[in-house]
């Protein structure tokens, strides 16, 4: 079945970085995009950004410009999130998903990142 | 940037109707998508193309759009229902996802 599991909780200081981890099974990795979409304590869904598998374009959300980077690794079927700078602010629950004709399915598990110093 | 706009909450009684809207400009225009989230699990595709329901969906779920509201419709709700709604459009001109506020679905 379509599965995207997500790697681990982390905890950083302000003013660091998080990488997060996506890997993908049992679909072809490469004929679909994916998205990353958080949500802070209590808050909604907050979309940051999606990346091509098939030629690693990616398009972020303008309030995360500068400080996200998407990238993917086909040989392993992985997609990657990097955050830098980060501020009390980012603290969130962090969720890969697949995405479709302009919906996203299935979603990861989800990754807390926790920012406080 | 788009807008989508819920109500933070809806309250419905066992075995009724719960419809949750969605507000954006000329939102009709636009495919709709929707989610449920209970807490502390991630979000599951529940409608895709304003009406479709992925496999596994159960018939009580249930969508429209048009003009400037797309609409969530859950008939016969049960208690499993309670939890927290998004609907969703891609923004073909900035090529950005988007999601609504978010609805709170209670069931009393």
């Known amino acids: 079945q379509v599965q995207l599991v997500q790697s681990g909780a982390e905890v950083k200081k302000p003013g660091a970085s998080v990488k997060v981890s996506c890997k993908a099974s049992?679909?072809?990795?490469?004929?679909?995009?994916i998205s990353w979409v958080r949500q802070a304590p209590g808050q909604g869904l907050e979309w940051m950004g999606w990346?091509?598998?098939?030629?690693?374009?990616?398009n972020y959300a303008q309030k995360l410009q500068g400080r996200v980077t998407m990238t993917t690794d086909t040989s392993t079927s992985t997609a990657y999130m990097e955050l830098r700078s980060l501020r009390s602010d980012d603290t969130a629950v962090y969720y890969c998903?697949?995405?479709?004709?302009?919906?996203?399915?299935?979603w990861g598990q989800g990754t807390l990142v926790t920012v406080s110093s | 940037s788009y807008v989508l706009t819920q109500p933070p909450s809806v309250s419905v009684a066992p075995g009724k109707t719960a419809r949750i809207t969605c507000g954006g400009n000329?939102?009709?225009?636009?495919?709709v998508h929707w989610y449920q989230q209970k807490p502390g699990q991630a979000p599951v595709l529940v409608i895709y193309?304003?009406?479709d329901r992925p496999s596994g969906i159960p018939e009580r779920f249930s969508g429209s759009n048009s003009g400037n509201t797309a609409t969530l419709t859950i008939s016969r709700v049960e208690a499993g229902d309670e939890a927290d709604y998004y609907c969703?459009?891609?923004?073909?001109?900035?090529?950005?996802?988007?999601f609504g506020t978010g609805t709170k679905v209670t069931v009393l």
């Open positions: 049992g679909y072809t990795f490469t004929s679909y995009g």
């Open positions: 998903a697949r995405v479709m004709g302009g919906w996203f399915d299935p």
């Open positions: 000329n939102i009709g225009s636009k495919s």
């Open positions: 990346i091509s598998a098939y030629n690693g374009n990616t």
């Open positions: 969703q459009v891609w923004d073909s001109s900035s090529d950005q996802g988007v």
């Open positions: 193309y304003d009406s």
